[in-house]
């Protein structure tokens, strides 16, 4: 980008950022009206069909979303330089990465467990504390959850393979 | 004066002891949750939502709405300890609050701060104490078109007055009612916008988008600057207190005027944050000592606060008369109303009469009690935010996926966290408000109700909502809102530009 003082930092633009945001919003507009015309959006006999609010809201998405699209493309009112730098995009996907795997696994092995891998992994990779202080946290926390929400709420939280076989 | 009799019954029941404790246990969750990154008051209360289920409806909206006192007393720490604000609304706060920390008297800063936001909050309770009722009278009167109509300003409001470009707000809204729209539609009972997907039959619950677009989108942002906090320590002693209490009362004026800015941008959904940085801009304007501002100067702390507590607090005010919540928070609480099995609007204060009257009881309470525990337990939360990211990220991801779980017992929404975290990371970084698209899949429901029943009753003709007084006023308003930036121009260009 024309921007000197980003020379040092590289990353993907606010401008090309911007346009695949407007893009996504046009598409999911789009989607809207898909959506809004097959249950129709005509008077019925009972009056307004299910589709006839939605549809008016799709038009304003799309509308909305090919002005921003056009700001975009010719960088009117939107910030110039970068979105984020590439170090910056690292350190989110540190936590992006981790996160996903660990509502990913929510279903399969349980809340619990989850979390102590995810507690675990945050503090030893990203904070790169020692095994000795990790453990009391990563087990502490789920287990601190669980006296809380299950034994005083009596809000059952998901469990997986592990709290079965302790009959939890 | 039957609201003081009522408002005598609402203190009776707020002083049951254990809606005493549930006062206490929500303040101090609520403190906490300000402090923490990633944790907002409106996602804080999102997650603790579930844990009322069991509780009294009355109860239940004690300990929820103290969270939210809880979290804006506890923005303010960070903002001047750390230079971090906790929450945005106490940005306007770290430009004089952390100045006065580096030279030493951060103890006074929190002082005025906490007194500032108590005064700003007390101001916006007496507000509604006197003015929630007569709305919500006036308000029985509405049929559907005048409670579109209602609904109408508040968004067009939204458009007008945020600070974000007219084009992304709109675009933010209008995700949230289509979003309202997935699922079953309540008043045909056909489904629609599933697309085939069995998923998709109970649409987009409001609480899960409120955790992920607000608590782990936060923590992604934070994650990006990569913060570190290295924050001034502080005590606070009773002498500082009382010293400080004794300079406030000379910035009265401030005061006033920041309570007025925050009510009345607590009623209009612009929010606690742009009011915030309204009465600093005033303030800095106004004040003798104005070329000081920024430097460390008190008035700079106390014009913030007072507004957005103000804010934050009259916010209630719509959503209790109206059932339109006046800002993200707000709409959380409404949406706890509905699951507690209470209809939110003017007939609340005709039938839920104790409810009412408890919460706005337990809202002077609360605010008292807050202040209290903010000014003896400052060293103990400035402690807690030493607790290094690494730490704390993955256990408040942890609370935000026990909070998702618990809305309904579903392992898919726990991902959906996830995707409206990223979301929300994105669209914030691109200048998309995210406060419209939460109001409007709270509201879109309602608001689709209200539009759909008013064109029914005129057979689908659009003039029903200019058919008389009352609702083509409140129309005109919600006109007049929307295009305010384009008459501000305006009015602006007639005028002679004054000399800079």
Redo the contacts between chains.
Sequence with gaps: MSDESHLTESGPSQRIVETAVALLTLAFGLLVLLGSLQVGIDWGVEGPKPGFFPFYISLFIIVASLYNLMQAMTLGGIKEGLFSSWEQLRRVMSVVVPATAYVALVPLLGIYVSSMLLIGVFMTWLGRYSLVKTLPIAVGVPVLAYIIFERYFQIPLPKGPIEYWLDL | MEEVANLMHGFATVLEPFNIGVMIVGILLGVIIGVLPGLGGANGVAILL??T??MSPTSAIIMLSCIYWGALFGGAITSVLFNIPGEPWSVATTFDGHPMAQNGRAGEALTAAFTSSFVGALFAVIVITLVAPLVARFALQFGAAEKFGVYFLAFCSFVGLSKE?P??T??SM??G??LA?VGL?H??G??????GFTELLAGFDFLIAVIGLFG?GE??LT????LQFRGKRATINPRVVFQTWLELPRYWATSIRSCIIGCWMGITPAGATPASFMSYGIAKRMSPRGKNFGKGEIEGVVAPETAAHAAGTSALLPMLSLGVPGSPTAAVLLGGLLIWGLQPGPLLFVEQKEFVWGLIASMYLGNIVGLILVLTCVPLLAAMLRI????I???I??LC??GA??VH?N??D??M??VF??LG???K????PLAPLVLALVLGDKA?EA??QA??GSQ?SLAVFWSNGLVGSIMLLGLIALFWPIIQNSVARLRPRPAV
């Design positions: 579930p844990l289920f069991s470009p084009a992304k709109v675009v209008m995700i009612f289509a729209a539609d008043m045909t056909q489904l629609r916008l599933t697309f782990i923590i992604l994650m990006e600057e990569g290094p990211f690494p730490v990220a993955p256990i991801l942890v996926a026990i779980y618990t017992n392992p898919l726990v991902v966290i996830m975290g990223v990371y994105v669209l970084k691109c200048d998309y689709e539009f759909r064109l029914l689908g």
